[in-house]
């Protein structure tokens, strides 16, 4: 238990490390001052993915994973149609609202002259 709030410290230093680096080699290329702030992050990864947490996230999108391949994706065609009717609906709401501000606002210049 404190050997992983440890290593998550730790994992939390790597990419503040990393961040620090990026700025500290500021005369650098910006590809090395990428690089820094990715090994950082990489290493932080690598070390937090060894505590219970990490595991328990990687398990996490392990299931996601299993879950997402069980989707049944629409067709093209309906996938169409569906976006086509959304889009006719915005126009339809948008108009609709438009007519009513326009209404109300005849109403307020009428009531305050």
């Known amino acids: ?3 992983d709030k440890l ?3 730790l994992a939390v230093l790597l990419v503040a490390g990393g961040i620090g680096g990026f700025y500290y080699f500021g005369d650098k290329p910006d590809l090395i001052r990428v690089a820094v702030v990715l090994l950082g992050a990489v290493l932080a990864v690598a070390i937090a993915a060894t ?3 990490g595991r ?3 398990e996490f999108f392990k299931g996601a994973r299993l879950e997402l391949r069980k ?3 629409p067709a093209r065609k309906e996938t169409m ?3 086509l009717v959304v889009f006719v609906m915005v126009i339809l709401v948008a108009v ?3 007519v009513i501000d326009w209404g109300l606002h005849q109403v307020v210049r009428a009531v305050t002259g």
Request: proline letters at 0%; aromatic letters at 20%.
């Open 1 to 3: 238990m404190i050997a």
């Open 7 to 9: 290593k998550l410290i």
């Open 51 to 53: 505590t219970a947490t």
């Open 56 to 58: 328990g996230t990687w």
């Open 71 to 73: 989707v049944i994706w």
């Open 81 to 83: 149609q569906i976006t």
């Open 96 to 98: 609709y609202m438009w």
